[in-house]
């Protein structure tokens, strides 16, 4: 299993928006930014575009993932037909088999009962998990995952 961490106090800012940096056990060489204005998410190989993230939109190269008719639902490939649906238990799964999780840091109230419990001072570091089976998820489409997540959980 392989996972991708992104880390909401790890941006770099520019005049236009923020350069999202992530931490992964794989080598991944894709630039995440989001625009100042907005919440979305693109996706560079060097400085091609090949990836929007928009609330449960991923448009990759342009094309849409989405399911016609189901929010929760991405079409990875037609032939053969690869549906990649979200379950109610927060996983991501292909044809029934569990092929990526999301979990997180569980927001400043869980920071502030787990600093009390444990009796000790320790930093709020916010963040957002992927882990995935890289031999059934491509790690480019687990990044476009993980921050369909970090988008829907800013703008809630």
Known sequence: ???????????????????????????????????????????????????????????????????QNYPTEWILSSEPLNILRFNSNGEYVIEDEVVATISGSGGIINWLIDMFQKKNYFPYEPYCKIVFDESKLEPFVALCLLFKSVEHSTSS
């Open 1 to 67: 299993m392989a996972f991708i961490m992104f880390n909401y106090k790890n941006k770099r800012l520019t005049s236009s928006g923020e350069i999202n940096h992530y931490e992964s056990s794989l080598k991944l060489d894709y630039d995440v930014y989001s625009p100042k204005w907005g919440r979305y998410y693109k996706i560079y190989d060097s400085c091609e575009l090949i990836a929007e993230v928009t609330g449960n939109n991923i448009k990759i190269s342009g094309k849409s993932l989405a399911a």
